[in-house]
C-alpha cells in the first residue's frame, strides 16, 4: 500500500506517472468530468506541465442525462481555460439502456466517446481513486464475481489505440479533497451522487464509512486487495493463453470440447473466461457459465446448443464452441428478385453481390436473360453439384460440410427459372455452374456483424 501517509501533491503524483511507465513524452488526455477528483488530478497535472514538459489536454463528455449538464460542460471548459489547458467537449446519447441498465449504458457510451480522443502512443487518465477502487471491489464480491472482477480497476491497461490509466489509485477520497481544499480549487457537485437507491452510493455513503470507523485503513486494505487480486489474474492469464493454444479449434475463435474436456474444472472455466473476455464479450454469470460447461461435459441430444445472456450467444456444434454477438431472426419467407448486377441486400443476413469471373461461379450463358429470384431455406431443397451423379438434399450438404445450424438458415438461396442454381457461395448447381473458361457470376456474402 503506496502512499499510506504521504499527503496527494503534484510531487507525488509525479512518482506515480513513473511506476507507470509515463513519461515527460507521453500524450495525456485527461478525462475530466469537473468533479473533485478529476479537478484534482487535472490541477496536479497542469502544475507539472512546464517542469516536465508534459503533453496535456482534456475531454468533457456531456451525457446530456442532468439539467445541469449543459451548465456543467460550461464550467469544466472554464476550469480549463484557467489553466490554459485544450479542453474537447462531446455530447453523447445514451443507447442500449433496457439491456444493460443506465449507469452501465452511460459508462459505455462514455467510454466509447473517450476512445476517439485516444491515438496510438497516447494515455486517457481517468481520477479514479483508493474509496472508488474498495466501493469497486464491494460491489464485485457482492455480485459474486470471479477473480477477474476481484482485480477491480487496474492501474493501467491498453485502451483501444493507446492506453488508460488511473495515477489517483494509490490516494483516498479523504487525500483527494485535502488537496483540493488547499488549493481553493471550485469543484462540480453531481447530487445524484447522493441517491441511496444506487448500490455504489449506498455503499459509499452507508457502508464504506462504518468499515472505517471500525476498521481504520479498511479502504486502502481493500484497494490493495484488489492490486493483489489483479496479480493473480495475469497469472490466471498466463495459464489460460497455454490452454488456449492447446484447445483452440479449427474455425477461427472457437474452442474445442474435446481439448477443453481433458482440462480440470477450475482451468476449463478459467479458459472459457479469458476466452470470452478476449474477444470483448460482457462476462457470464455463474449460472451461464455452468450451462456453457454442461454442454462441454455432456453429450447433449442435439449435437448443436446454444447459451444466450445480454450480448452474447455461445453455440455448441460438433466439437467447437463459438462466440457471437446475438443477431436478429430472418423472415425464412422472404424472396426477392435479383438482376445480379447490382448488390441485393437480405434483411438479418447481409449483403449478397455477384463480381465477373472467369471458369467458376454461376455461368452467364445459362442464367442468361431469365429470372433470378433469391430466397432463404424452406427445407427440401436439393442440388447436383458438379461432378457429382445424383442429387442430394441440401441439408445432406450442409451436414457433411459441416455448416452449422446458425448459419444454414442465414444462407441465400438463388433460384434461376425457378431452379436451385446456387447455394450462397459455397455451391453451385448443375447445370448453371460456369465451365473452364466460361465467364460467370461469383457470388460474395457480406453477413451482417
Not at 510531487?11 to 484534482?40: E, I, Q, W
Not at 484497494?223 to 493473480?232: D, F, I, L, Y
Not at 434483411?347 to 465477373?356: H, I, K, S, T, Y
Request: overall charge positive.
Amino acid at each position: 500500500m503506496k502512499n499510506i501517509d504521504k499527503p496527494f501533491s503534484p510531487s507525488a503524483l509525479v512518482d506515480v506517472l513513473h511506476r507507470l511507465g509515463l513519461s515527460s513524452s507521453t500524450p495525456l488526455k485527461v478525462a475530466f468530468s469537473g468533479g473533485l477528483d478529476s479537478c484534482v488530478l487535472l490541477h496536479a497535472l497542469g502544475s507539472l506541465r512546464e517542469p516536465l514538459g508534459l503533453s496535456l489536454s482534456a475531454v468533457h463528455v456531456n451525457h446530456g442525462l442532468h439539467p445541469d449538464s449543459a451548465d456543467w460542460a460550461r464550467r469544466a471548459r472554464q476550469f480549463c481555460e484557467q489553466l490554459n489547458i485544450s479542453c474537447v467537449v462531446e455530447c453523447i446519447e445514451i443507447t442500449r439502456v433496457r439491456e444493460h441498465g443506465l449507469e452501465a449504458a452511460a459508462r459505455h457510451a462514455r467510454y466509447a466517446c473517450l476512445a476517439r480522443h485516444v491515438a496510438p502512443g497516447e494515455v486517457l487518465l481517468t481520477a479514479h481513486q483508493a474509496d472508488d477502487q474498495a466501493e469497486t471491489l464491494l460491489l464485485q464480491l457482492l455480485r459474486g464475481t470471479g477473480m477477474q472482477g476481484l482485480a477491480a480497476m487496474p492501474a493501467i491497461t491498453q485502451f483501444h489505440a493507446g492506453r488508460h490509466a488511473r495515477p489517483l489509485l494509490d490516494f483516498t477520497r479523504a487525500q483527494v479533497s485535502a488537496y483540493a481544499t488547499q488549493e481553493k480549487l471550485q469543484w462540480i457537485v453531481d447530487t445524484s451522487n447522493d441517491d441511496l437507491r444506487l448500490s455504489r452510493n449506498y455503499l459509499r455513503h452507508q457502508v464504506v464509512p462504518r468499515l472505517e470507523a471500525h476498521w481504520p485503513g479498511a479502504v486502502r486494505r481493500i484497494a490493495h486487495s484488489a492490486g493483489m487480486a489483479a496479480e493473480a489474474v495475469v497469472l490466471l492469464d498466463d495459464l489460460a493463453e497455454s490452454d488456449w493454444i492447446l484447445a483452440r479449434g479449427t474455425e477461427d475463435w472457437s474452442l474445442s470440447i474435446s481439448a477443453l474436456r481433458r482440462l480440470p474444472p477450475p482451468r476449463q472455466r478459467n479458459l472459457v473466461r479469458y476466452w470470452l473476455r478476449r474477444q470483448s464479450f460482457l462476462a457470464p454469470t455463474a449460472v451461464h457459465l455452468n450451462q456453457v460447461l454442461a454442454q462441454v461435459m455432456q453429450e447433449p441430444r442435439s449435437r448443436s446448443a446454444v447459451i444466450r445472456w445480454a450480448g452474447a450467444e455461445v453455440c455448441r456444434y460438433r466439437d467447437a464452441l463459438v462466440v457471437m454477438r446475438p443477431r436478429t431472426g430472418v423472415d425464412s419467407t422472404w424472396r426477392n428478385h435479383w438482376n445480379l448486377t447490382d448488390p441485393l441486400e437480405i434483411p438479418g443476413v447481409g449483403m449478397l453481390r455477384a463480381e465477373a469471373s472467369q471458369g467458376n461461379g454461376l455461368s452467364r450463358e445459362r442464367v442468361g436473360r431469365a429470372p433470378v429470384i433469391v430466397g432463404l431455406r424452406q427445407g427440401g431443397e436439393i442440388c447436383r453439384l458438379p461432378g457429382r451423379a445424383h442429387h442430394h438434399k441440401l441439408k445432406k450438404l450442409l451436414q457433411e460440410a459441416g455448416v452449422p445450424p446458425w448459419e444454414r438458415t442465414r444462407l441465400p438461396l438463388v433460384y434461376v427459372n425457378g431452379d436451385l442454381a446456387a447455394i450462397g457461395e459455397r455451391w453451385v448447381c448443375e447445370p448453371y455452374a460456369a465451365r473452364v473458361n466460361e465467364s460467370g457470376w461469383k457470388l460474395q456474402l457480406e453477413s451482417v456483424s
